[in-house]
Antibody, heavy 119, light 113 residues
Framework: QVQLQESGPGLVKPSETLSLTCTVSGGSISSYYWSWIRQPPGKGLEWIGYIYYSGSTNYNPSLKSRVTISVDTSKNQFSLKVSSVTATDTAVYYC?????????????WGKGTTVTVSS | DIVMTQSPDSLAVSLGERATINCKSSQSVLYSSNNKSYLTWYQQKPGQPPKLLIYWASTRESGVPDRFSGSGSGTDFTLTISSLQAEDVAVYYCQQYFSTPYTFGQGTKLEIK
């Protein structure tokens, strides 16, 4: 079955850019929408944005000016960049698949990767 | 943004008893053309990602025990666990996927009494 795996640096300095990749295995990245979600320590879930395999995107306005999501279909991967990070960007970052189109539930999630913003 | 509000924030229920969690959206998440409410329920255990339990407000995901059920439409929704098991201890989140930005409730922590 489809599995997702997040990867990237666990520590990022303030004002720098956070970069993460989600690798899709056991299935194709094509024909699905893919999201990034984050969860600060001890807090709830925040949707960051999604990308379609064709490259179209939709971002949360709360982060839109700092977020870029891209896709590499040849590698079956999609990526997240968050620029100008601060301590409030410290969180577990998850990638997830939407079933049934962009307006569909997120049925497959990665295990998450912890990113700490600190000097 | 659609604001999702869950109640209660925490809940303690005896094993074998019923647990009920409520979720209210600040505007309707019912799409009239297909009569579907764009509402999911997730279960999150410590150190794990959220797990999809219920979508379209009342459709159980494959493999989810039938003691979990979802109900409601429009703006008011309920997740019911008919007979609480020890493995159901978790935080439960509702989420709307009617419009972006997709938003989650604050979570309800379910414990054993």
């Amino acid at each position: 079955q489809v599995q997702l795996q997040e990867s990237g640096p666990g520590l990022v300095k303030p004002s720098e850019t956070l970069s993460l990749t989600c690798t899709v295995s056991g299935g194709s990245i094509s024909s699905y929408y893919w999201s990034w979600i984050r969860q600060p320590p001890g807090k709830g879930l925040e949707w960051i944005g999604y990308i379609y395999y064709s490259g179209s995107t939709n971002y949360n306005p709360s982060l839109k000016s700092r977020v870029t999501i891209s896709v590499d279909t040849s590698k079956n991967q999609f990526s997240l960049k968050v620029s100008s990070v601060t301590a409030t960007d410290t969180a577990v970052y998850y990638c997830a698949r939407h079933t049934g189109g962009y307006s569909g539930p997120m049925d497959v999630w990665g295990k998450g990767t912890t990113v700490t913003v600190s000097s | 943004d659609i604001v999702m509000t869950q109640s209660p924030d925490s809940l303690a229920v005896s094993l074998g008893e019923r647990a009920t969690i409520n979720c209210k959206s600040s505007q309707s998440v019912l799409y009239s053309s297909n009569n579907k409410s764009y509402l999911t329920w997730y279960q999150q255990k410590p150190g794990q990602p959220p797990k999809l339990l219920i979508y379209w407000a009342s459709t159980r995901e494959s493999g989810v025990p039938d003691r979990f059920s979802g109900s409601g439409s429009g703006t008011d929704f309920t997740l019911t666990i008919s007979s609480l098991q020890a493995e159901d201890v978790a935080v439960y989140y509702c989420q709307q996927y009617f419009s972006t930005p997709y938003t989650f409730g604050q979570g309800t922590k379910l414990e054993i009494k």
